[in-house]
């Protein structure tokens, strides 16, 4: 079993749309982290959360991390084709982190 | 400017023979990571080393060993390859309590 499950699997979404993807876990993480990873490519680290309720904005990207820090949400405003990629969540429950799945985005031009 | 830099980026093993992937970092990070990556599985922690001349065990370990040569390089060795190891292996690396930053993977099958 998956410590973090990450919904949708797939999204495949018009441009300009908008749209959230979700990173649960019955877990307690002490910060959470999202990346995003381009195909051929490692993931790149987008935002780090740490504080229950936290919200963190980058550009059209939107963070938050949950009021007990077992979950956490990516919502992106007017999606463009280059927010195509795998977002992965990682969180750390003690000493690692452990990373979820992934959403795999496909914005159409 | 390179970061995590993992070689080779592809290799190609038939089942018993054994590689060893290298991994070398350029910023000065004590920890450093060994993940492999399946579809429907997500990145999943084979070893890691929290300092120079430690290492321990992820969630997958068995089949792989790792050494870590000094503060910059962290090599994965594969004593017998099985088709089970097919996968693409990435390597990373850390501050103690940041971000991870990861190489751009190395491809292996095992036939």
């Known amino acids: 079993t998956q410590l973090l499950e990450q919904s949708p699997q797939f999204l495949s979404i018009q441009e300009g749309e908008n749209l959230t993807v979700y990173c649960n876990s019955s877990?307690?993480?002490?910060?959470l982290q999202w990346y995003r990873q381009e195909p051929g490519e490692g993931p790149v680290l987008l935002v780090t959360v740490v504080t229950g309720g936290e919200v963190k904005k980058l550009k059209r990207l939107t963070f938050q991390f949950g009021d007990a820090r077992k979950d956490s949400s990516l919502h992106i405003t007017a999606a463009q084709p280059g927010d195509t990629g795998l977002y992965l969540c990682?969180?750390?429950?003690?000493?690692?982190?452990?990373f979820g799945t992934g959403t795999s985005l496909t914005v159409i031009p | 400017n390179a970061g995590v830099t993992q070689t080779p980026k592809f290799q190609v093993l038939k089942t018993g023979q054994s590689m060893t992937l290298q991994c070398a970092q350029d910023?000065?990070?004590?920890?450093m990571y060994w993940y492999r990556q399946d579809p429907g599985m997500g990145l999943r922690l084979i070893y890691y080393?929290?300092?120079?001349?430690?290492?321990d065990k992820g969630e997958v370990p068995n089949g792989y060993n790792v050494s870590r040569l000094n503060k910059r390089e962290f090599s994965l060795r594969l004593e017998s390859a099985a088709p089970s190891q097919t996968s693409v292996y990435f390597c990373?690396?850390?501050?103690?309590?940041?971000?991870?930053?990861f190489g751009s993977g190395t491809r292996l099958t095992v036939v």
């Open positions: 990682a969180g750390k429950p003690s000493n690692q982190f452990y």
């Open positions: 990373a690396s850390s501050r103690d309590t940041g971000g991870y930053t």
């Open positions: 877990s307690v993480f002490s910060s």
């Open positions: 080393s929290a300092s120079e001349g430690t290492t």
């Open positions: 910023m000065n990070h004590n920890s």
